[in-house]
């Protein structure tokens, strides 16, 4: 065979194999959808394809659920959290980067360590004190605390803003900016990249998050958030997987949705974490 | 212009030169947060683990819980289930996304629609992504196996057998494996074009590029996502606990009840073990000796993912 025959035919097995494990990617989805769409009988059984649309399913999810009250305290949680993260984070990241003090190397320790110490190790003492505060069965244990910064914000934010050239914040001091001054005119715009990413990393951790709600939220139904009020969903309707699924995909669509509006901030806010970390 | 001149400035004390002050000031919020999340947990975790604590009594009860620890069978299940997903689970992902990212590199028509195909499930809630996949993989009627059975495959109890379940899980991971992939693409954009241009006059292939040129240049972040990754498996929680849930058909609210690691503790991690022995069972003094534990396993891989930094030249 031909150099470029070869050529060829390496490009079409090359792009077949790749489409075909899109297509495996995309299947889970497919077949949530499709099922989300059966009747209850028929989702018992092993089809792929509904008989008749049941467009009903998604009305009886919001009927049967507590959906948009659960949509509502994920929303707030997410929206609070994220805006307290990126205020108190953003001043933080500032002074890792910029300024020059002793033991700033440790301090970046410190952040490191906090990034990667696992949620449960102190979740025992941390739960105790919110308990004694009466603050349990809400979710502002898990909001509160982003007031006072986010390890892996932080984290992001100082390697990016490393990367600013020390001359504009010089420049800004000869000209006489306060350090507040020079991080708000001169840092942050340069910096909105990166705030994006955070923003939006934090907002998708906090609408994903399982663990904290289910350390926090309780057991009544009106103060659950969507990850912990599906997995309940699936409990109390368990042979029922249209509605499940139909649940499961009214979860999972304003994530979608929100990717397709913000796209370059996911794709060069993920290169961030692992390239220049 | 008039040119004032101001008076000099006070000898200032040897501290407060610099930047130390003001850095002192920016960092405060940061200061505090640590010592409320982090130091004072950590040390009233120590507190804890000597005593007998439920919410209501605290008692002093010495080095038992160390003690326990070491008769506590869970324990050493979910240690080992830890070392299945550090061995197995996070291997495939990290060797899956670097391969997804190499295929896609070498894609020329369609690479932004697949990328974004491939992507876009690691931004799936972890609730909605495992439950799906326990309903994918429903024995007998799941699409995964009707579509087995038209290839005269039986499959396996998947979420209902032990042997099973954590390769389950780890199929999960890997179809979440987006964000990993977009770093190691990123990662495979940055080596030099001329470099493979060297390499193939010098004859080398396209496995010999990859291994001489290609994994060197990567391996900072190779390096980088097997050690998250790790610490990742360290942790793992959500989706072990609500596959067990799910699986096992338990249809109990989160107060009740429920024996977890379903089937036969083969989910069971060491923070799943530690949230029931806390949270369901309240024996406080006993998770936080479960606690420190992970404590002191996280610290020892956050060392070593430290000693990767200030190789990469990245830590200062």
């Not at chain 2, 899956?96 to 491939?118: D, E, I, M, N, P």
């Not at chain 2, 080596?191 to 396209?206: F, K, Q």
């Not at chain 2, 609500?242 to 977890?260: C, K, N, Y």
Request: charged share 10%.
């Amino acid at each position: 065979m031909s150099g470029r025959g070869r050529r060829l035919l390496l490009w079409v097995a090359t792009h077949a194999f790749a489409v075909a494990l899109a297509l495996m990617f995309l299947a889970p989805v497919a077949f949530m959808a499709l099922t989300a769409l059966m009747t209850d009988e028929q989702a018992l059984t092993s089809d792929l394809w509904p008989r008749s649309w049941n467009w009903a399913n998604f009305a009886e999810v919001f009927d049967r659920s507590l959906l948009l009250r659960w949509a509502g305290n994920t929303l707030l949680y997410a929206a609070l959290g994220t805006l307290f993260t990126v205020v108190s984070s953003v001043p933080v990241a500032y002074a890792l980067a910029r300024f020059r003090f002793r033991g700033r190397r440790a301090a970046f320790l410190v952040v490191i360590a906090a990034m990667m110490l696992p949620p449960q190790v102190v979740a025992v003492p941390i739960y105790l004190v919110w308990a004694r505060l009466g603050l349990t069965d809400s979710l502002w244990p898990l909001i509160l605390p982003m007031l006072l910064g986010d390890a892996f914000s932080i984290f992001l934010l100082r390697q990016f803003l490393v990367t600013i050239p020390r001359d504009y914040t010089d420049a800004a001091k000869v000209d006489g900016c306060s350090d507040l001054r020079t991080l708000v005119r001169v840092v942050l715009p340069m910096a909105r990249p990166a705030v994006a990413a955070v923003a939006l990393f934090q907002f998708f951790y906090c609408w994903n998050d399982y663990y904290g709600p289910l350390l926090y939220a309780g057991v009544q139904q009106d103060h659950l958030t969507l990850s912990l009020g599906l997995a309940t969903f699936k409990a109390f309707h368990s042979v029922q997987w249209n509605l499940t699924m139909a649940a499961t995909l009214l979860v999972t669509a304003p994530v979608i949705v929100l990717f397709f509006l913000a796209q370059w901030v996911f794709i060069e806010g993920v290169t961030l974490t692992g390239v220049k970390g | 212009m008039i040119v004032t001149s101001l008076p000099a400035a006070p000898p200032r004390p040897r501290w407060w030169r610099g930047e130390g002050a003001r850095a002192l000031l920016w960092l405060s919020p940061w200061i505090a947060g640590v010592s409320v999340f982090f130091v004072y947990p950590l040390l009233s975790a120590v507190y804890f683990s000597f005593h007998r604590y439920d919410m209501y009594t605290l008692e002093f009860a010495g080095l038992d819980n160390y003690r326990y620890l070491l008769r506590d069978p869970r324990v050493g299940v979910s240690a080992r289930n830890t070392l299945w997903l550090v061995a197995v689970m996070v291997p495939a992902t990290v060797l899956f996304s670097l391969a997804l990212a190499q295929l896609v590199v070498r894609l020329k028509a369609g690479a932004g629609l697949l990328r974004t195909v491939f992507y876009l499930p690691s931004l799936v809630p972890m609730t909605a992504g495992t439950i799906t996949f326990v309903f994918l993989l429903n024995p007998g009627t799941g699409p995964v196996d009707h579509l087995l059975s038209l290839a005269g495959v039986r499959g396996p109890d998947w979420f209902g057998d032990p042997d099973w379940s954590k390769p389950s899980l780890t199929l999960l991971s890997l179809w979440g494996c987006g964000q990993l992939m977009v770093i190691f693409l990123a990662a495979l954009l940055d080596v030099p074009r001329h470099l493979y241009e060297a390499a193939a006059i010098d004859g080398a292939g396209a496995w010999r590029q990859f291994l001489s040129v290609t994994l060197p240049t990567i391996a900072p972040v190779l390096m980088f996502a097997l050690v998250t990754n790790v610490i990742y498996a360290l942790q793992y929680f959500s989706q072990a606990m609500v596959a067990s849930r799910v699986a096992s058909g338990a249809t109990d609210s989160p107060g009740s009840s429920f024996s977890p690691g379903y089937p036969e503790e083969s989910l069971l991690t060491l923070p799943q073990w530690l949230f029931q022995v806390g949270f369901r069972d309240y024996s406080m003094g006993y998770a936080c000796v479960l606690a420190l534990l992970l404590f002191a396993v996280s610290m020892i891989f956050t060392l070593v993912l430290l000693r990767q930094f200030r190789r990469s030249g990245e830590a200062s």
